[in-house]
T-cell receptor, first 115, second 110 residues
Framework: DTAVSQTPKYLVTQMGNDKSIKCEQNLGHDTMYWYKQDSKKFLKIMFSYNNKELIINETVPNRFSPKSPDKAHLNLHINSLELGDSAVYFC??????????????FGSGTRLTVV | RKEVEQDPGPFNVPEGATVAFNCTYSNSASQSFFWYRQDCRKEPKLLMSVYSSGNEDGRFTAQLNRASQYISLLIRDSKLSDSATYLCVVNRRSGNQFYFGTGTSLTVIP
């Protein structure tokens, strides 16, 4: 059973399109995150939700909009895609807020390529 | 200054060697520390937490030096399967997110 699952695994799309990435966790965790890993492999937080409530919203263009219908799901919608959005997007979850006690569990990532 | 800094490597070591990675963090309020491992084109996976007194898990030993604000990871008797990128991760006392280093690349050579 996959603990944190993301779909799709690969996404190739043209500039200007709108796309969504879905994430679901079956661990019973309260907190979920979206991280972006760029071409230099640097992982940077985008959003964090705790029990469906937005906790962290880093400096991310407002073309990116997270949605958490329940605490097991955190989806990411991206409008008007740009070349610079190409990256690997990782969803993660943690048992406690911030993952201080037990760390994060990551999904397998969505490799987004904008052409 | 970056929150977490690591030597990117690459470290190329023969099987059986001992290798050590260091990582420095800038915020003295950092409270939680971890090492994650990331294989090529895969997600990061928790390797081990780092405790104040230092801790060991098989061939892996993690240490924390709060005074100098660095953590280390020692791998003994390297295996081919240890080849990966090792990510240093910290969290602040009042923080709700992880800060990741850019990772140190390790290749274990037969």
């Amino acid at each position: 059973d996959t603990a944190v699952s993301q779909t799709p695994k690969y996404l190739v799309t043209q500039m200007g399109n709108d796309k969504s990435i879905k994430c679901e966790q079956n661990l019973g965790h309260d907190t979920m995150y979206w991280y972006k890993q760029d071409s230099k492999k640097f992982l940077k937080i985008m959003f964090s939700y705790n029990n469906k409530e937005l906790i962290i919203n880093e400096t991310v263009p407002n073309r990116f909009s997270p949605k958490s219908p329940d605490k097991a799901h955190l989806n990411l919608h991206i409008n008007s895609l740009e070349l610079g959005d190409s990256a690997v997007y990782f969803c993660a979850s943690s048992q406690d807020l911030g993952g201080r006690a037990y760390g994060y569990t990551f999904g397998s990532g969505t490799r987004l390529t904008v052409v | 200054r970056k929150e977490v800094e690591q030597d990117p490597g690459p470290f190329n070591v023969p099987e059986g060697a001992t290798v050590a990675f260091n990582c420095t963090y800038s915020n003295s309020a950092s409270q939680s520390f971890f090492w994650y491992r990331q294989d090529c084109r895969k997600e990061p996976k928790l390797l081990m937490s780092v405790y104040s007194s230092g801790n060991e898990d098989g061939r892996f030993t993690a240490q924390l030096n709060r005074a100098s604000q660095y953590i280390s990871l020692l791998i003994r008797d390297s295996k081919l399967s240890d080849s990966a990128t090792y990510l240093c991760v910290v969290n602040r006392r009042s923080g709700n997110q992880f800060y990741f280093g850019t990772g140190t690349s390790l290749t274990v050579i037969p």
